[in-house]
C-alpha cells in the first residue's frame, strides 16, 4: 500500500515559480514510477509529467515541456515537481499518482494510488 501527499501549492503570478512536492509512505515506493497529473475546473484530469523508479526515464506533456521539471529523492521518500513560467492555463489541481510499476504511464485509467491534491493557481 503506498499513500501519497502533495504540497506546495499556492497562488502565484503568471511568470513565477512553484515547486510542487509528492511524500509517499510505503517501503517500496522507491521501486514505483510516480506521475503529475491535473485537473481544471471542467476539463477531464490530464497528464503532465513522470518519472521511473531510478530517475532514468522522465516524460513531459507538450504543454509544459521546457518549463516543469520532475524529480525524485528516493531517500526522502519524495517526487517533486518544478514548475518555472507558469501560466494561467496552469491553473488546476495537480495530483501524484503511482501504479505500482517501475515505469509511468500518460493514462490516468491505471493509476493505483491518488494524492489528495493541491491547488495551483496562477493570476494573469
Known amino acids: 500500500q503506498v499513500q501519497l501527499v502533495e504540497s506546495g501549492g499556492g497562488l502565484v503570478q503568471a511568470g513565477g515559480s512553484l515547486r510542487l512536492s509528492c511524500a509517499a509512505s510505503?517501503?517500496?515506493?522507491?521501486?514505483?514510477?510516480v506521475d503529475w497529473f491535473r485537473q481544471a475546473p471542467g476539463k477531464e484530469r490530464e497528464f503532465v509529467a513522470t518519472i521511473s523508479w531510478s530517475s532514468s526515464t522522465t516524460n513531459y506533456a507538450d504543454s509544459v515541456k521546457g518549463r516543469f521539471t520532475i524529480s525524485r529523492d528516493n531517500a526522502k521518500n519524495t517526487v517533486y515537481l518544478q514548475m518555472n513560467s507558469l501560466k494561467s492555463e496552469d491553473t488546476a489541481v495537480y495530483y501524484c499518482?503511482?501504479?505500482?510499476?517501475?515505469?509511468?504511464?500518460?493514462?490516468?485509467?491505471?493509476?493505483?494510488?491518488w494524492g489528495q491534491g493541491t491547488q495551483v493557481t496562477v493570476s494573469s
Open positions: 499518482a503511482a501504479r505500482g510499476s517501475a515505469y509511468g504511464s500518460s493514462v490516468p485509467q491505471t493509476v493505483r494510488y
Open positions: 510505503g517501503r517500496t515506493f522507491s521501486r514505483y514510477a
